[in-house]
């Protein structure tokens, strides 16, 4: 890919994408009819795999995202999406990245179940897992889900609240850094940006054995083209980092001490924040005290500001524990805490102002790029370096709305439905010309393309 892109078209052409509002109705429902072809194929009998070919069990954030829009056409399937998760939910409440389907080759994905070895730690799940973790964004979706559901959603609260609960307790009790108690990640797949900019300088710190593919073979190659996947280098460190926290049985203790990566990330702390707002609603439906949840969102925003936001930067950056320093890459992962309502109002308007600059381009490319357009790093086809993907800028969309600026989180739900007219539900795509890369048939493209499609009816 061409790096800089933005930088060598800063000033450039503005994109002009069709409003959903002017789309005819027999377009948007053929758009509506796809995405929810592919959320029926990639359908597991019990959960939905982001992709047939490069992700082939469940993935955890992919299912929350899958479930709001599962929720809109089959809330009970988006209740069995969410509950089947929960199944792989081991003993100390971690709710594992990715839970393995057994009827699955275990040698179709890498790193599967024979690497993780989840059957070895105490407190296992009957299926196996990994061992890592990713942004808990799922009490939000289970609010959605309980809400598709009907008079049937109590019921469904009652069994997904105790599972979220133990998911925000063990954060709190095997996650949490520092004073301010945010919650550190321990390896970058945790953050769901895997090789996003933001980590080159934290994860080069771990050696890159390239004798790790003697025993290893990475699978995603066969799916995805190299100029779009993470570079060999990066992913030996992956294999290290993650070799060295199963070796340690995934001790918290240990990797919290002595890990050679340890980040807190704005994102995964902002949706744990907005998570508990969700699970307060939950327990209220179920007649469980809410109050608990109130304060713990209100303490997690007051830490983000005061740990991860910089006004010099104009959006919050993540903040690299082993060093103590911040990591200075602006990344789309510091501007989705404007999904967070209390977010004060001197840090509001900074977030929405970078948005809107010649870095990220709001309104003028598609989406939201996942790096700042003019960074010389900027990769616009390489995964979590530079392309948009709906994921992020549905919740960018979200926190815009929130805050009352409301035009731009049409544009970009617009956005949504041009780029998957344009390009198909690909994993993501290059946010100046709106070509799509990685896999196809992405289910979480699917999905929040249903929930624009049919939350804007
Ligand atoms: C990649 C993405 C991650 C996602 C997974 C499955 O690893 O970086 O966010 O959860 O694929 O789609």
Known sequence: ??????????????????????????????LLRDAVHVLIDNWHGHSTVPSRDLYPHQWSWDSAFIALGL?????????????????????????????????VDPDAYFPGPT?????????????????????????TA???????????????ARRAYPCLVAQHDYLRRRRSV??????????????????????????????????LFDTYTRRDLEHAGTGERP??????????????????????????????????????????????ISLADLAERIGADPSGHRAEAARLTRALVDQLWSAEAGVFLARDVRTGHRLSERTVSGLIPLVLPDLPAEVVGPVHDTLSS??????????????????????????????????TTWLVAQGLRQHGYTDLATGLEDDIVALTAQSGLREYFHPLTGTGH????????????IEVLLSRR
């Open 1 to 30: 890919g061409a790096a800089g892109v933005g930088a060598a078209d800063a000033s450039g052409g503005v994109v002009v994408t069709t409003r959903l509002a002017d789309r005819p109705a027999t377009e948007t429902d053929g």
């Open 71 to 103: 929720r809109r056409w089959a809330p009970k399937r988006a209740a069995t999406e969410l509950l089947s998760l929960f199944g792989a939910q081991w003993s100390d409440g971690r709710i594992p990245h990715i839970a393995f389907n057994p009827a």
């Open 115 to 139: 690497f993780w070895r989840s059957a070895d730690v105490v407190g296992h799940p009957p299926i196996d897992t990994s061992g890592i973790i990713q942004p808990p964004v799922h009490a």
């Open 142 to 156: 289970a609010v959605a889900v309980a809400d598709g559901l009907g008079e049937d959603g109590a019921a469904f």
């Open 178 to 211: 520092g004073p301010a108690g945010l919650a550190a990640v321990v390896h970058p797949w945790e953050t769901g940006m895997d090789n996003s900019p933001a980590w080159d300088t934290p994860l080069h710190a771990v050696p890159a054995d390239l004798s």
């Open 231 to 276: 570079t060999d280098e990066d992913y030996a460190r992956y294999i290290r980092l993650a070799l060295a926290y199963r070796d340690h049985g995934y001790d918290d203790d240990w990797v919290r001490a002595e890990g050679a990566f340890c980040v807190v990330d704005p994102t995964f702390n902002a949706l744990w924040a907005r998570a508990e």
């Open 358 to 391: 010649d870095r990220f381009r709001v309104g003028r490319v598609y989406g939201v790029p996942s790096f700042d357009l003019t960074d010389p790093r900027h990769d616009p086809q390489r995964y979590w370096r530079g392309p948009s993907w709906l994921n």
């Open 438 to 449: 990685g896999t196809d048939r992405f289910s979480w493209s699917a999905a929040l393309l």
